[in-house]
């Protein structure tokens, strides 16, 4: 296992357009987690799926954003209507179970033009 | 709400040299603490974790200890190298289930160290 995959590394795109992201967590990791990273700032707890049931949604996760864990496996985070506030790093990270840390990917940077 | 507050950055020190990067926070329960390290380019590490009050977290030459009476997690390393220039961001978890244990982030301090 290589650990946790996000694709793609990078993604511009323009205004107004709709975006998504994929994570692939550890295969044997049931609990899934999105966050959001901007420039100089610690990342912000976006959303939480254990299996395919999303558990928990922060206030930061407007309307425009949608995510999904189909299977249990990996998960998909779309913005729809992009605006560029939403330019940011976009981290997923997986946990076996509360007792163990997580495992972050390398995350998506957004760019908002 | 729970929240993480860290030492301004940046940091800059020479090789060898001590490093303490404060971090205190509030939150209600019993948290879990962390430390995590971002180094360019990639993703955040785990560096050291502790669970309860007076547990000491290390690895790879940190440490840090959970003060429950003063609320902080101070990361310490007696002799930096310049491979130890990274990202620092200090975490808690509050650990209820209904979370998932999410984790709450420190604005993160920017270490530099020069040979």
């Known amino acids: 296992d290589t650990g946790v995959s996000q694709d793609p590394r990078h993604k511009i795109t323009k205004r107004g357009q709709n975006v998504t992201f994929r994570c692939d967590p550890i295969s044997e990791h049931n609990r899934l987690y999105w966050y959001r990273q901007t420039l100089g700032q610690g990342p912000e707890f976006l959303t939480y799926f254990q299996n395919e049931a999303q558990l928990e949604k922060s206030r930061l996760l407007s309307d425009r954003f949608s995510a999904e864990r189909p299977k249990g496996s990996f998960s998909t985070l779309e913005i729809q209507r992009t605006e560029q506030g939403d330019s940011a790093m976009y981290l997923c990270a997986s946990s076996p179970d509360r007792a163990h840390g997580y495992t972050f990917g390398s995350g998506t940077r957004l760019t908002v033009v | 709400g729970d929240s993480v507050t860290q030492m301004e950055g940046p940091v800059t020190l020479s090789e060898e040299a001590f490093l303490t990067i404060n971090c205190t926070y509030t939150a209600t329960g019993y948290p879990s603490l962390f430390w995590y390290v971002q180094y360019p380019g990639e993703g955040l590490q785990l560096l050291l974790k502790a669970t309860k009050a007076d547990d000491k977290g290390s690895n790879k030459g940190f440490e840090a200890t959970y003060r429950k009476e003063t609320t902080s997690f101070h990361l310490e390393k007696g002799s930096v190298q310049v491979s130890d220039s990274a990202v620092y961001f200090c975490?808690?978890?509050?650990?209820?289930?209904?979370?998932?244990?999410?984790?709450?982030f420190g604005e993160g301090t920017q270490l530099t160290v020069n040979p």
């Open positions: 975490a808690l978890s509050d650990g209820r289930e209904t979370s998932g244990s999410r984790l709450t």
